[in-house]
């Protein structure tokens, strides 16, 4: 069992309001894991990831690094591509590496090659206007890509899209997570993606936010359109759902 790449540690996290969005949460992270958060909306899934890329501190507990160094080598997915309009594809994945200091000339290369990778090659002079929503969530992840990230945060990225354009970057993304070899952790509302993509699911509940299931999924890669449709699929997606609803009873209850 390879040691953890960092680990959350008895963390709180209270806002200004006096809102709990996270109490007592311990997650470990190992290197290469593929971990999905689900939960109710305000069960501080995203408050997790934005944590854990330094975009905030806990209140209380530690989030202990096995080498602290590796936080720079993350990268951060959001579910709004939030492309710059007035922007080609390729001024839009630069723009990372250009905050840096490093001109496009100098990375053109790279900025191409991450364009092959998300399969937008043909597009790197459109703008965003002319891209689809599909799309423009590919110019997102590419940007985050361009920065050889070794940790990969994503906060509902797939949210928006509709559900065929979703299932296709599912797989896309697991693709480029086997060849990569990245650490992910993915927020999501979709049990079924969830179950899809990932090595492990964590379940969380809110008021306050906390995890209160944590289940492997056993599953060998790569997965295909038949292990969706398969019962060890199946069996995954009510235990979940069923961890979720036993949650919900206690919390109406």
């Known amino acids: 069992m390879p040691a953890s790449l960092l680990s959350l540690k008895d ?4 806002y200004q309001n006096g809102t709990v969005a996270l109490q007592g949460l311990h997650l470990d992270v190992k290197p290469g894991e593929f971990i999905s958060l689900v939960g109710p909306s305000g069960c ?10 330094g975009l905030g501190a806990p209140t209380g507990g530690i989030i202990d690094w096995q080498d602290p160094s590796q936080q720079r080598h993350l990268a951060f997915v959001f579910q709004d591509p939030a492309l710059m309009p007035w922007a080609s594809v390729v001024d839009n994945i630069h723009l990372p590496l250009k905050l840096k200091g490093q001109s496009l000339r100098s990375v053109r290369a790279s900025i191409q090659e991450t364009i092959n990778t998300v399969d937008l090659s043909g597009c790197e002079h459109r703008y965003p206007r002319q891209l689809s ?86 599953a060998a890669y790569p997965r295909t359109d038949s292990f969706r449709t398969s019962s060890q699929f199946n069996h995954y997606c009510r235990e979940i759902m069923a961890a979720l609803s036993q949650e919900e009873g206690v919390s109406v209850g």
């Open 11 to 14: 963390i709180d996290k209270v």
């Open 133 to 218: 929503g599909g799309m423009k969530m590919r110019v997102s992840i590419a940007r985050a890509l361009v920065t050889k990230p070794q940790i990969l945060l994503m906060d509902e990225p797939f949210g928006a899209l509709d559900e065929m354009t979703r299932s296709r970057l599912n797989s896309d993304l697991l693709h480029l997570w086997e060849a990569k070899h990245w650490t992910v952790l993915f927020v999501t509302h979709n049990i079924y993606e969830a179950v899809y993509l990932s090595t492990r699911v964590i379940v969380m509940a809110a008021c306050p936010g906390r995890i209160v299931a944590d289940i492997p999924i056993e």
């Open 44 to 53: 501080g899934k995203s408050t997790v990831l934005r944590l854990v890329a």
